[in-house]
C-alpha cells in the first residue's frame, strides 16, 4: 500500500488517539495537517504530535495535497461538515455517529458517489485484534449457531471526564447515537442486518451536574433519555438484547456475550479494540454427565481464555478504519465500513429511538453484507 495524506478537521478529546496511534502503527498514514474552529486547540495538536501544518478549515478543506479528511468535530455538525469534505473532492473518513438519521447518511453518501469519491466511518473497533477474532471463531462454527446475544454498555455519562458534555445529552447524541454504534457495528459485523428492533428508554437523572472543564460545577438537562434497552431480532433469526445507558454507575452485566448451540463467546467490551476472547464449549457442561471428577467437575466451571489471531496494538486505539479506507481507495474495493453497512448502523441507532419513542417495533428497511474479515496473521499497518 502506498503513503496516504491525511488530514485532521477537529482537534479535542479523540483527536489525540487518532493522531497518536496512526503515527505509531499506521505508518502508511501520514497526517500532513490538522484543522479546528479554534485555531489554537489546532495548533497544541500539532505540536504535541508532531503534525507539520496547522490550516484554517477552509484551507484544509481546499488544500490540494491532502486525500482523507477526518471529521473529528462534535456530533453536531458531521452532516455538514462531512459534505463540506466530499464537495472540497476529499475522501471521507467520519466519526461516529456518521449521522443521527437515514436521510440525511444516505445523502452524504450519495454525494460521494456523485462525486467519485470514497467514505469511511467509525467505529473502526470492529477491525481491531479482538472483534477479527470473535468473527474467525464464530465462522470457524466454534459455538456452533449463535441464537442470542447481550450487549451492556453501563456507564455513567461523560460530565465526570469530558470538558465539553454538552453535546454528549444533544438530541444528535445520547447514549444511543454516542455509544449504541460501537455495539451495532459489532453486533452487524459478526452476525449480519438486523431485522426488527423494539425498544424503551429513560432516564436515569432529570438533571446532571458536570463535574470538570469550563462548566465545572454547573447543571445541564438532557435532550435526550439516558437510558435505552433494545431487543432486536437479526435477519439470521438471532435475538440480541442490547442495553445502553448513561445513568448506570457500575454493573455486573456481561459487555458482550454470543450463545450459541455448541457453546459461549464472550468478549471485554467492542468499545476497545483489544480483548481476548472466551469461550465456553458445550463439552465442559456435558461431560460432567459422564465424568464426575474433580477435574471434569473443574473443567466444567469456567470459560477458556482463546488466542488474539492479529497484532494487539493497544485496548483502546483508532485509525484501522483510516488504513482501510486508504487501502480501498487505492485498490478501488469497497471499504470495510460500506455504504450499505453505514446505512444500516444507522438506520439501527434511528430505529431504537424511533421504537422507543412510539412505543412500537421499527422494522428495518435497509440491510448489508457482513464486512470482509481480516486475514488472521496480516502485519501490523496492513490491512
Ligand atoms: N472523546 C472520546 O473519547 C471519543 C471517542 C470516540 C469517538 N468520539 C467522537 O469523536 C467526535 C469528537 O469528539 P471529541 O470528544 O474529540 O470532541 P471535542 O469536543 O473534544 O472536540 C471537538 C473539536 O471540534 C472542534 N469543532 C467544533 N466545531 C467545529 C467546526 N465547525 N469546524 C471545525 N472544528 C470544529 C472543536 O473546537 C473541538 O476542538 C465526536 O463525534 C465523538 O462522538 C469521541
Known sequence: MKNCKVGILGTGVISRTYAGDIKQFYKKLEIDACADINKDAASKLSSEYGIPRVLSVDEILNDPSIDIIIN????????????????AGKHLFSEKPFAANLEDARSILELAKEKNL?????????LSSGLQSVRHYLDDNLIGKPFFVTANMTTFGVETWHRNP????????GPIYDMA??????IVSLLGPIDSITALSCKGQEVRHIYVGPDEGKELVPETDT????????????VV????????????LPMFEIYGSDGTLTYPDPNFGGGSPKIYRKEQFTDTVYNKSEDAV??????????ELFPRVKDYSRGIGVLD???????????????????HVTEALEGIIKSADNNETYKMTTTCERPEPIKPGTDLGEI
Open 166 to 173: 454538552r453535546a454528549f445529552y444533544m438530541k444528535t447524541a
Open 241 to 252: 438484547n442490547l442495553n445502553v445507558s448513561f445513568d448506570i454507575y457500575r454493573s455486573n
Open 298 to 307: 473443574k473443567r466444567s466451571e469456567s470459560f477458556v481464555t482463546l488466542p
Open 227 to 238: 437510558h435505552y434497552s433494545a431487543v432486536m431480532r437479526l435477519k439470521s433469526g438471532a
Open 118 to 126: 470514497f467514505v469511511g466511518c467509525a467505529p473502526d473497533t470492529f
Open 181 to 186: 454504534p460501537y455495539y451495532i457495528s459489532a
Open 72 to 87: 473529528l468535530t462534535p456530533p453536531q455538525f458531521h452532516v455538514e461538515l462531512s459534505k463540506k469534505i466530499l464537495n
Open 325 to 343: 479506507l486508504a487501502d480501498a481507495i487505492e485498490k478501488g474495493r469497497t471499504p470495510r465500513t460500506s455504504g450499505d453497512f453505514i446505512l
